[in-house]
């Protein structure tokens, strides 16, 4: 079995300069013992995890309910981390389960139909996609989607999908009218496989029906932790009054540069154009407003093309939900959320970096945060940066509202002159992040402040791995111990409430330590330095014994420690440069010896408790990005 899967991984070339041959003996390290065992019990939880909240057909037991306040991407949101822990090396268990519950949500959220929206009131998904919603949360239902890519991708239903979805975005399917090619624009915030909504969106729009009963409100105005009844009142002070603003969402939205992340599926099974094509155009049409805004990403666009065009006012910072101006305001707590531009921004930007391998997507971040930065304020030597920009301030008071005709209105805000505003410390960490792990450039590196796992990577914090890989096991004992704890019932339990048992720290924390990758939580994809498979058993993850451990990164290079934990078995592990083979290795060099590659992935030998760090070259972002597998060729064969 490995002799004919590397064979056909490489076409019949012989091993020569791809295959190393570790034989050094070394004692199994903490963090890798660690890490194997993290791997395996975040697995088990996972397996116990559906036991107790799935039913044999793959239905969440809860009551099924519409919107983005608190909704049906909330069921899909629990398989964030499954897919990415699978391709790490999670338990086949992981992957199974996953299909199975994602496909039974697609077909109860099918069936789910609303009343008091006609949005969803012939089924909340349509076309196994979400019928109409915002790409805040549709991004967050699709991520365990997006990082399918990463386990089978010759899976039938997933290649069907991949190119179905991003197909809702090139007006390829006549219910989707989605974009409009000559402006370049998607036509609607609210946007899915019945097209975008074209009209002004009311709170029911958002928050759905009002469904009696008991249950913890945790998208409720004030995210109540006990049990309450659900009455009319409540749901309109607790639910509805919370998205009175978000009227204004006809026309484009930064949010929905998270499409790319559908075109960007689809072009890496099999290298079709016209992916590519569109996942640029779009992009570039963002480059060329931010461009015109001073580097600033506008909040809004037209559905003529202008900046501030779908604004009552006009302002490139105002509209809904999403942008600079607008903000979820809690007045109980004060709290004003912070504007959430940088997901679709930076995971389109990066996108377009992906499948061009051209930085300048990536100077059009950096722009952006040099906009932020000038507006910094330092307070006692700290950095505070600001989440928004409009006419509000962070005191602002609450507008009066009052209901009509089952709308929400409200006075007048006062009008000032708009400002940078909603400061926060440590401002933009995983954007941050993100911008340096993109370019490699110190300049970006020297805006990072105390993130544990970049100083572990520049070598002053040797104890992160140890340490995060502990947290990673007092999440998933702690998610455990609430599951066991758990007293309410499928009649007493929102879709949001299961989420509470099933964190991602654990994965975002291996994820880090095993691949060099930043897997930030609103941009739902995956660009790592390094990937692993298991040619023995013919899968994504690394092999079983086998742990990794990427201890430094540079523009040229990787360092990465693998060690056989087994003392009597040898094992093989196939090495990729990056997620998507976008790195091209050159050569490698361990225990003094380099080893000439010249391709995206290279086969490492393992003896029985042998270890070596291993010094990775690669040129970054010089191939197509792919899905395929080393022994597919460079394209994922079609079923």
């Not at 989420?499 to 660009?527: I, P």
């Not at 083979?581 to 490492?604: K, L, P």
């Amino acid at each position: 079995m490995f002799v004919l899967v590397i064979t056909t991984a490489l076409s019949g070339t012989a091993f020569a300069g791809r295959s190393i041959a570790i034989t050094t003996p070394v004692a199994p390290p903490a963090w890798g013992v660690m890490e194997r065992l993290l791997l395996e019990e975040k697995s088990q939880h996972i397996v116990d995890f559906y036991d107790f909240y799935f039913n044999e057909r793959g239905y969440l037991l809860h009551k099924p309910h519409w919107g983005s306040v608190d909704g049906v991407d909330d069921l899909f949101d629990i398989f964030g981390d499954w897919t990415i822990l699978y391709s790490l090396g999670g338990r086949q268990s992981v992957l199974d389960l996953y299909r199975k519950g994602n496909n039974g949500g697609i077909r109860q959220y099918t069936e789910y139909k609303t009343v008091a929206t006609d949005i969803a009131k012939d089924g909340a998904y349509y076309k196994e996609f979400v019928c109409m919603a915002d790409w805040r949360h549709t991004g967050e239902g699709l991520r365990g989607f997006h990082l399918e890519a990463l386990t089978d991708p010759e899976d039938v239903t997933y290649q069907k999908r991949a190119r179905r979805f991003a197909g809702f975005y090139m007006n390829e399917d006549p219910d989707a009218p989605n974009y409009d090619p000559e402006h370049k624009l998607i036509r609607s915030m609210m946007n899915g496989s019945r097209g975008p909504l074209m009209r002004r969106a009311r709170p029911v729009d958002w928050a759905g029906d009002m469904i009696p009963g008991k249950y913890h409100m945790l998208h409720g105005r004030y995210g109540s932790r006990q049990m309450e009844e659900m009455t009319p009142e409540k749901y309109e002070n607790e639910y509805l009054v919370q998205v009175y603003e978000l009227a204004e969402v006809v026309g484009d939205n930064p949010l929905n540069l998270l499409t790319t992340n559908l075109a960007l599926n689809a072009y890496a099974l099999a290298h079709e154009e016209k992916y590519k094509d569109w996942l640029v155009e779009y992009v570039d049409a963002w480059a060329e407003r931010i461009d015109k805004n001073g580097g600033n990403i506008p909040s809004t666009i037209g559905l003529d093309g202008t900046i501030g065009g779908g604004t009552a006012e006009g302002s490139w910072y105002g509209g809904s939900y999403g942008s600079w101006d607008a903000v979820f305001w809690y007045p109980a707590s004060g709290v004003q959320y912070r504007s959430l531009f940088s997901m679709g921004m930076w995971a389109g930007f990066a996108n377009a970096l992906l499948v061009t391998g051209d930085q300048k997507y990536i100077d059009v971040l950096r722009w952006q945060m040099d906009n932020i930065f000038a507006a910094k304020k330092v307070e006692d030597g700290i950095v505070y940066l600001p989440r928004n920009y409009g006419v509000r301030g962070e005191k602002s008071e609450a507008p009066d509202y009052w209901w009509e005709d089952g709308d929400i209105y409200w006075k007048e805000k006062k009008v000032t002159e708009p400002k940078w505003y909603n400061y926060q410390r440590n401002g933009y960490m995983n954007e941050l992040i993100d911008l340096y792990l993109y370019s490699m450039e110190p300049k970006d590196l020297e805006r990072i402040h105390k993130n544990g796992w970049v100083e572990f990577l520049e070598g002053r914090n040797p104890g992160y791995p140890v340490q995060s890989l502990q947290q990673g096991f007092e999440e998933v004992r702690g998610d455990n111990e609430r599951m066991r704890n758990d007293e309410t019932t499928p009649e007493t339990r929102l879709v949001d409430w299961p989420m509470r048992q099933n964190h991602y720290g654990a994965v975002t924390n291996l994820n880090r330590l095993m691949c060099g990758a930043n897997l930030s939580g609103m941009q739902y994809r995956q660009l790592a330095r390094l990937r692993y498979f298991d040619p023995e058993r013919v899968r994504s993850g690394i092999p079983e014994d086998v742990a990794a451990l990427v201890t430094g990164m540079n523009k040229e290079k990787t360092n990465v420690t693998l060690v056989n934990l087994s003392q009597t078995e040898g094992r093989t592990v196939i090495v990729q440069t990056g997620s998507y083979g976008e790195h091209q290795c050159s050569r490698v060099e361990v225990n003094g010896e380099s080893y000439a590659i010249d391709d995206r992935f290279f086969t490492v030998h393992l003896a029985p408790g042998a270890g070596a760090e291993l010094v990775v070259y690669a040129d970054r972002f010089v191939n197509k990005p792919t899905l395929a597998l080393p022994w597919h060729g460079d394209i994922v064969p079609k079923p």
